[in-house]
T-cell receptor, first 114, second 115 residues
Framework: NAGVTQTPKFQVLKTGQSMTLQCAQDMNHEYMSWYRQDPGMGLRLIHYSVGAGITDQGEVPNGYNVSRSTTEDFPLRLLSAAPSQTSVYFC?????????????FGPGTRLTVL | AQTVTQSQPEMSVQEAETVTLSCTYDTSESDYYLFWYKQPPSRQMILVIRQEAYKQQNATENRFSVNFQKAAKSFSLKISDSQLGDAAMYFCAYRSAPGNTPLVFGKGTRLSVIA
């Protein structure tokens, strides 16, 4: 049982390049989300999904695309990377909407855009 | 939209002493959940404690306890008998209820523990 995995752990891109940050979970959780963490800004929601085929925008969605074709995977796509997207990215999953629902976080991906 | 404010960017505490981290939030909802997450240098997000808004009793987890003041929209975290391993970033977070809803985070408080 791996929980929430994110790949890669580190990535350096040049401006204009594209890439996909991977997030996978083996807990059969319906809810998955992507956050970015910047110094002094806390964690800000990019996109989230409440189930396969359903996605919605968060606070900072511009420049990012997502899709949810399976319960297990929720990839985050950067179509044309910009230096402003330099950040640490976290994927989080949750099993339901009750108070006992703990959201589990992946280990994060540190992305640098030059 | 809900907002979470942590007014202390940095705090420090002597080992074995007690420290309180502040958090306020703004919402028009009556049913919600509040959380404190710890982020050590490893970057991993670790749930410390949670509180359901409908419960008047303050949550407690070992050395960690909260002071939940619903009318004041305040949710502070008290760490007793501080240990070196408590040094980390601490984030306060809000989530609407019910259903699958995202967490809204504060900007965090960096806690240093002095030996």
């Amino acid at each position: 049982n791996a929980g929430v995995t994110q790949t890669p752990k580190f990535q350096v891109l040049k401006t204009g390049q594209s890439m996909t940050l991977q997030c996978a979970q083996d807990m059969n959780h319906e809810y998955m989300s992507w956050y970015r963490q910047d110094p002094g800004m806390g964690l800000r929601l990019i996109h989230y999904s409440v189930g396969a085929g359903i996605t919605d925008q968060g606070e900072v969605p511009n420049g990012y695309n997502v899709s949810r074709s399976t319960t297990e995977d929720f990839p985050l796509r950067l179509l044309s990377a910009a230096p402003s997207q330099t950040s640490v990215y976290f994927c989080a999953t949750g099993s339901g909407g009750t108070s006992t629902d703990t959201q589990y976080f992946g280990p994060g991906t540190r992305l640098t855009v030059l | 939209a809900q907002t979470v404010t942590q007014s202390q960017p940095e705090m420090s505490v002597q080992e074995a002493e007690t420290v309180t981290l502040s958090c306020t939030y703004d919402t028009s909802e009556s049913d919600y959940y509040l959380f404190w997450y710890k982020q050590p240098p490893s970057r991993q997000m670790i749930l410390v404690i949670r509180q359901e808004a409908y419960k008047q009793q303050n949550a407690t987890e070992n050395r960690f306890s909260v002071n939940f003041q619903k009318a004041a929209k305040s949710f502070s975290l008290k760490i007793s008998d501080s240990q070196l391993g408590d040094a980390a970033m601490y984030f306060c977070a809000y989530r609407s209820a019910p259903g699958n809803t995202p967490l809204v985070f504060g900007k965090g408080t960096r806690l240093s523990v002095i030996a």
